[in-house]
């Protein structure tokens, strides 16, 4: 093949491979000049935060290593991809990536954008870094042909966008440039020149006020623009009217028995909790009587979906029923179970202590503070099917303890028969039973029956007391032992991690120093991350689970309970919604929506519901998995199936309808791709107005490293949206708050989960990102899913992750 190229493009390509020559020559001189002294000077702000991390793990306690290791391979995992960024000189193999020249006045400038600057005026070389630079937001903001008016520094410059290129490079040399008039790409070695391949796009067009260009609508890629057109589009993003599409299936799973669990599963977009709530109305509309929508609760596992599903229920007609987190609800019921003060005190998260709890527990729970997470050793042994065995088992334990105490102090005394008839030790089983049986001893003098009333007086004080009995619990090295066995067994190293963690929990502080003038503790400088005198997240079930089974029910019921993402809840914390939905019936009536290939959380102890009805003992009546895919395209249903390679389900959901192709995009530099997606959402925001647009991360720091470099090249309607617990976020962004409006969220995946986007952007899909793992192929399965129209995919051409089919690496790496 041999050049074809118009004499036009012969230009703007001579131009590009002159400028580069330029570049080479003069990185050339400078790796000359580079002594190795400075190259061993310099250092990636994410090494040091790996050997800082490295020194805490050699100088901590034992029972903190284990945080600091997850977060040492957080922290490594973000560095994989920003450390080689931020270390050393221009790199000679792609030195930049955009091309500006800018004409202000009667002087024209080059000015090169790229991951490190290098500026040498009398070489006629101006790279400047991307991401601070402040000429380069002129790259990010405008188009060939706009005119800008911006504060560079401390100067005013107006002037006129000349060209605007993106140039990519292999080997140090040029391979392809793109600019409003074409694409062009290097022909291989063993042909000659240059080929076109791609015709010029839609010219720019100019409108707004000054230092505002306003793009038409124009693709920046030859595949295609991001976005279908908003005529399929709703511009409420909230609840689609889906009641006449409901299948028979699904309305068999709707209307299915009004007593028992039922199970909803099925894949991402099938509907589940669509059903889910439209059961809740069925319910009371159908068995008004039984069924009052203010006795009726839906828990979701993730803080996000509480909003989503509350704008929901309102098109049900079924006002009152009150939507809350697993976290909210487990934190108020244990402040009912355990009384109001003793539940403050439990939920307070800043670490202050609390006021006005009275009584032996509510005063031992005065200093307790919440810390944000349970480490992942600690949270896998207190979410193991282990503990609730363990707590049935301590109850036991105290039971017989109570009838082996009476036996040996009522033998032989006076009454010792009637006694023993009234206290009837073989039917007791809660509490209640205990003080029922101390009520009808109140009046009877008798030896036996004071030295009896005295017994059960010391069983009722010492039992009631809920907090002893969850110290005792989460320190007991035989009766937590079951969780070094069975199909989810804990490695001994990391029991024992685990142990050390809650003997800390427990542990009673040493005496403070005390301001005697305002008799107040001294601020000591405690660290904020020390469990003792602490609770964690994962406590709250365990409290409650105790309470159950001293109580035998908490001191409220529902109706009906709807559990939505079930499948990312333990069976200890659904154990206390079992019990809380068996309302006036005895039987529970309960409905619980997932998907266990949807997982976020991977230390929950179940693999698929038969194990969870074993763990919670129960029979529950699980209907046909739904199997049609109503939110997303064939494409992506395909895409998504692929990801999760081995842990997909051996049956393929079908969706009902076709749609735009699944595309990866590979980039050089994350500044290339910054600039592709700047482009494209700018043009999409101005030609669909109402399309909803996710831009999904693996981690939050990439999200928050995404939406600063998208805001800087002025992408509209932007949104940084964070995870509850994620601290830091930016002035203006929602620390777990999603909108649900039209516009773009920028967030990472476990935080969609459950939610929908008209287009998704996936990015970084690198082997760094997305190894071959477990934990990456549900995440990647679950942010493809929340795509309902189009899904985009980026990558690093160099690194692309395992998880990707290669017939679609092998496109984007061959694409111009």
């Not at 400075?38 to 284990?66: C, K, M, T």
């Not at 991350?529 to 409290?543: G, I, K, N, R």
Request: net charge negative; charged share 30%.
């Amino acid at each position: 093949m041999t050049e074809t190229l118009e004499p036009a493009a012969r230009r703007i390509v001579d131009d590009e491979v002159e400028m580069a020559a330029r570049v080479g020559r003069r990185i050339a001189r400078s790796l000359a000049e580079r002594s190795a002294a400075r190259a061993e000077d310099q250092r990636v702000r994410h090494d040091l935060d790996l050997i800082a991390l490295r020194d805490q793990i050699g100088d901590a306690r034992a029972e903190d290593v284990p945080a600091l290791m997850a977060a040492m391979m957080r922290t490594a995992g973000v560095a994989r991809v920003e450390g080689p960024r931020a270390a050393g000189m221009v790199d000679p193999q792609a030195p930049y990536f955009g091309h500006l020249k800018l004409k202000e006045g009667a002087r024209t400038r080059d000015v090169l954008i790229g991951k490190r600057g290098m500026i040498d005026r009398e070489a006629g070389v101006v790279i400047v870094d991307w991401r601070d630079a402040p000429v380069s937001r002129l790259y990010y903001r405008y188009d060939e042909g706009d005119e800008y008016e911006e504060e560079l520094g401390d100067k005013l410059v107006e002037g006129t966008v000349q060209a605007r290129r993106t140039v990519s490079f292999a080997g140090g040399r040029v391979v392809r440039v793109r600019c409003p008039a074409g694409t062009y790409v290097r022909l291989p070695d063993h042909e000659q020149g240059w080929r076109t391949v791609s015709a010029a796009g839609a010219p720019s067009e100019l409108k707004g006020g000054v230092g505002k260009a306003e793009r038409a609508p124009r693709p920046a890629s030859p595949r295609g623009p991001l976005g279908l057109g908003d005529a399929h589009l709703r511009g409420d993003k909230h609840l689609p009217e889906i009641t006449a599409l409901i299948d028979a299936k699904q309305f068999d799973a709707m209307t299915a028995r009004d007593s028992g669990v039922v199970v909803l599963q099925g894949g991402a977009g099938s509907g589940k909790t669509t059903i889910a709530l439209h059961r809740v109305a069925w319910l009371c509309f159908e068995h008004r009587d039984r069924f009052r929508p203010e006795r009726v609760a839906v828990v979701v596992a993730q803080p996000q979906l509480v909003r989503y599903v509350e704008q929901l229920l309102p098109a049900l007609d079924v006002a009152g029923v009150r939507v809350q987190s697993w976290h909210a609800w487990a934190m108020a019921a244990v402040e009912r179970t355990m009384g109001r003060a003793a539940g403050r005190a439990a939920g307070r998260t800043d670490g202050r202590a609390m006021r006005g709890s009275s009584g032996r527990a509510g005063g031992r729970l005065l200093q307790r503070r919440l810390l944000p997470e349970a480490p992942p050793d600690v949270a896998r042994l207190k979410k193991h099917p282990a503990l609730l065995l363990a707590v049935r088992a301590q109850w036991r334990a105290a039971l017989q303890r109570l009838a082996t105490t009476l036996d040996a102090e009522l033998r032989g005394r006076r009454g010792e028969h009637e006694v023993r008839a009234a206290v009837n030790i073989d039917a007791v089983s809660v509490l209640g039973d205990v003080e029922d049986a101390r009520a009808r001893l109140a009046r009877a003098t008798s030896d036996a029956a004071v030295c009896a009333r005295r017994v059960l007086d010391r069983f009722l004080d010492a039992e009631r007391d809920v907090l002893t009995a969850w110290e005792e619990l989460v320190t007991d090295r035989q009766l937590l032992a079951g969780a070094l066995q069975g199909a989810h067994a804990l490695e001994l190293q990391t029991f024992d991690a685990a142990l050390r963690y809650t003997a800390r929990q427990v542990e009673e502080p040493a005496d403070r120093d005390v301001d005697l003038e305002r008799r107040v503790p001294v601020d000591d400088g405690e660290d904020p991350d020390d469990p003792q005198e602490a609770f964690d997240p994962c406590d709250a079930a365990l409290l409650l689970a105790i309470a159950i089974e001293r109580n035998g029910a908490l001191p409220f019921d529902y109706d009906h309970l709807v559990v939505d993402e079930a499948q990312d809840l333990a069976a200890i914390e659904l154990w206390p919604l079992v019990v809380a939905a068996r309302g006036r019936q005895g039987e529970a009536s309960m409905t619980l929506a997932g998907d266990v290939v949807q997982r976020v959380v991977f230390d929950n102890g179940w693999d698929d519901w038969a194990e969870l009805e074993e763990q919670l003992q129960i029979r529950a009546h699980a209907i046909e998995p739904f199997r049609l895919a109503y939110r997303s395209t064939e494409e992506v249903v395909r895409f998504s199936r692929a990801a999760l390679g081995p842990l997909a389900p051996p049956t393929a959901p079908r969706a009902v309808r076709s749609g735009a192709p699944v595309e990866l995009f590979a980039f050089s530099d994350p500044g290339e791709e910054i600039a592709f997606l700047a482009d494209h959402l700018r043009s999409v925001m101005a030609r669909e107005p109402r399309a909803s647009v996710a831009l999904l991360c693996r981690y939050p720091e990439r999200a928050r490293f995404y939406a600063a470099m998208l805001e800087r090249a002025e992408v509209p309607r932007l949104r940084l949206v964070l995870g509850a617990g994620e601290a830091d976020a930016p002035a203006g962004a929602s620390a777990d708050e999603f909108s649900f409006a039209p516009g773009i969220d920028v967030t990472h995946v476990a935080c969609t989960k459950g939610l929908e986007y008209d287009y998704v952007i996936l990015t970084e899909l690198t082997d760094a990102m997305y190894p071959d793992q477990i934990a990456a192929r549900h995440l990647l399965h679950i942010g493809a899913t929340r795509a309902a129209h189009q899904l985009w995919l980026t990558t690093a051409r160099d690194a692309p992750s395992p998880l990707l089919p290669r017939e679609l690496v092998d496109q984007a790496l061959a694409a111009p």
